[in-house]
């Protein structure tokens, strides 16, 4: 059965180094999305991704963050200039449409660590 | 903005039992989905049931069910004649039924099915 897959599984980096998270999306999904887990706190919405394009972001989403489909099979998250907030699960998701009705599936996560 | 709380952080229960997990709300939508999604340790999240909030009655997957309270905004699943794979995270989650796709999660609920 497909799957979402990401990598690395691990990052550590240090405070204000760049970071970028890798995902492949299921092949034939058109919508991407990233979530964020802080230790101990809630899976939240970073961004969402259609056509090259964001469709929506959260506010956590500011400019250290930026998305990107370099080729046709992978999705990536940069994180410009890492801070200590930075560090949590990060997963991505992809999904075939954009309705509620469609299933976002979810990657196994990269947990950043900063230092 | 939408919230879902999930007040049970950790659950336990004997395998072959059944268990509640709960899940409550708040949103002023009238037409949304709700989600719950089953993360195994150390593997990605996947979706175990979803709900219509304009259907009326609770949605089943073999084993899981849902008690689906609208007006109470309430939101809890069941599970049928547990089994040891069924110990993993639990997140409640809503979603929006039109415009926004972004998933908004509960904090968890840690349910451990002993031998």
């Known amino acids: 059965e497909p799957e979402v897959t990401q990598t690395p599984s691990h990052q550590v980096t240090q405070m204000g180094q760049e970071v970028i998270l890798r995902c492949v999306p299921i092949?034939?999904?058109?919508?991407f999305y990233w979530y964020r887990q802080i230790l101990g706190q809630k899976v939240e919405f970073l961004v969402s991704f259609y056509n090259n394009e964001i469709s929506e972001k959260s506010e956590i989403f500011d400019d250290q963050f930026s998305v990107e489909r370099p080729d046709g099979s992978n999705f990536t998250l940069k994180i410009r200039s890492t801070k200590l907030e930075d560090s949590a699960m990060y997963f991505c998701?992809?999904?075939?449409?954009?309705?509620?009705?469609?299933?976002?599936?979810f990657g196994p996560g990269t947990r950043l660590t900063v230092l | 903005a939408q919230t879902v709380t999930q007040s049970q952080p950790e659950m336990s229960v004997q395998e072959a039992e059944t268990v509640t997990l709960s899940c409550t709300y708040d949103?002023?939508?009238?037409?949304?989905?709700l989600f719950w999604y089953k993360q195994p340790p150390s593997r990605q999240m996947i979706l175990v049931i979803r709900?219509?909030?304009?259907?009326?009655q609770n949605a089943t997957e073999n084993r899981f069910s849902v008690n689906f309270q609208k007006a109470a905004k309430s939101f809890s699943l069941k599970i049928s004649d547990s089994q040891l794979g069924d110990t993993a995270m639990y997140f409640c989650a809503f979603m929006k039924r039109q415009g926004a796709q972004k998933l908004v999660f509960g904090q968890g609920t840690r349910l451990t099915i002993n031998p």
């Open positions: 949103t002023s939508e009238n037409n949304y989905y």
């Open positions: 709900q219509e909030a304009y259907k009326q």
């Open positions: 092949s034939n999904h058109l919508y």
């Open positions: 998701a992809s999904s075939e449409f954009a309705n509620a009705y469609n299933e976002q599936f």
